[in-house]
């Protein structure tokens, strides 16, 4: 596959996908939007990609946000527009249905860490910065920050984050949840590549559900969020994988599985 503004390279189970726009710490351009909407919806229909891992080219940014060049024209209507585009796009990761890592190598700034929020997990650098400035440039975060930020770090850490418009940590970042695991600079990679291998090592079939029934139960009342856990527990019952990973265990040896 060949983009312009992204890289995806796809091997032993793993799409990595880059976005590639170094000169401008990654921004997110219309273009860039574009790709990265066809990069994901390869990564979910082909069948020998089972993680995806998403970072910026270089090593001073993920994606610094949306292109503000392109922000600074928009009229009320196009805004409008803008938004919900961005929307769809990072709703097509958030429900790939496979694992997917932001692996934050830098600035993830306004769309840049909403689109690590519509990942599964993130891993990041210690010299990364993330925050939300939209405020700043006198707009909110329209790709979904203001609702997924709250989901992964609660409403007290959003409106922090949201209202000051300022840029924390990677340390901050993880102590309050948004970044899963953070890595010295030069570790970053192989960090995450660790976690890709423990994930690549377990049942992809109960993955998805997992995904699913952590996804679609966080926006449901918890006691309806439990019937599609067992709707999902039974299914994962129907599977060879099953049979495989409770074999293996009894037979004191690693799972084979087989995604089926
Ligand atoms: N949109 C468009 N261009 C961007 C950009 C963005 N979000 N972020 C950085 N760039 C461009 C800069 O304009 C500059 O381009 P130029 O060399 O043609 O002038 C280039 O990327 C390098 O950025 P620069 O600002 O010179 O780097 P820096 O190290 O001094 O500062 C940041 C880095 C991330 C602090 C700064 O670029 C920044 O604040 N970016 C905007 C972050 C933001 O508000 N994002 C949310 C948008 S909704």
């Known amino acids: 596959m060949s983009y312009e503004n992204l890289l995806l390279d796809i091997q032993d189970g793993v799409a990595h996908l880059t976005i590639n726009r170094e000169a401008k710490l990654n921004a997110l351009n219309a273009q860039t939007l574009t790709d990265l909407a066809d990069a ?3 990564c979910r229909e082909n069948e020998s990609v089972r993680v995806l891992v998403i970072t910026g080219a270089g090593d001073k940014a993920f994606v610094a946000g949306a292109d503000i ?3 600074s024209t928009m009229t009320p209507l196009s805004a409008k527009e803008l938004a919900y585009r961005g929307q769809q796009v990072f ?3 958030e429900h ?3 694992p997917t890592i932001a692996m934050i190598n830098g600035f993830a700034l306004g769309g840049g860490l909403e689109l690590a929020l519509a990942c599964n997990l993130r891993t990041a650098s210690t010299k990364a910065k993330l925050g939300l400035p939209e405020v700043s440039l006198g707009i909110i975060p329209g790709y979904g920050g203001t609702q997924r930020l709250s989901r992964v770090a609660g409403p007290g850490v959003a409106r922090e984050w949201i209202l000051t418009g300022d840029m ?3 340390e901050e970042a993880h102590r309050v949840g948004i970044v899963n695991r953070l890595f010295a600079p030069d570790e970053l990679r192989e960090g995450t590549m660790k976690m890709v291998e423990t994930i ?3 049942g992809p079939v109960a993955l998805r559900f997992a995904i699913e029934a952590i996804s679609r139960g966080s926006n449901m009342p918890q006691r ?3 019937i599609l856990e067992c709707d999902l527990f039974g299914l994962a019952a129907s599977t ?3 049979k495989e990973g409770m074999a293996a265990f009894l037979e004191k040896r690693k799972p084979e599985f087989q995604g089926r």
Request: proline share 0%; hydrophobic share 40%.
């Open 96 to 98: 790939m249905g496979k």
């Open 240 to 242: 060879s994988d099953m």
């Open 40 to 42: 994901f919806d390869h």
């Open 168 to 170: 924390f940590s990677a």
């Open 224 to 226: 309806e969020g439990e």
């Open 200 to 202: 690549l090592s377990r």
């Open 69 to 71: 060049k392109e922000l």
């Open 91 to 93: 709703a097509r990761v």
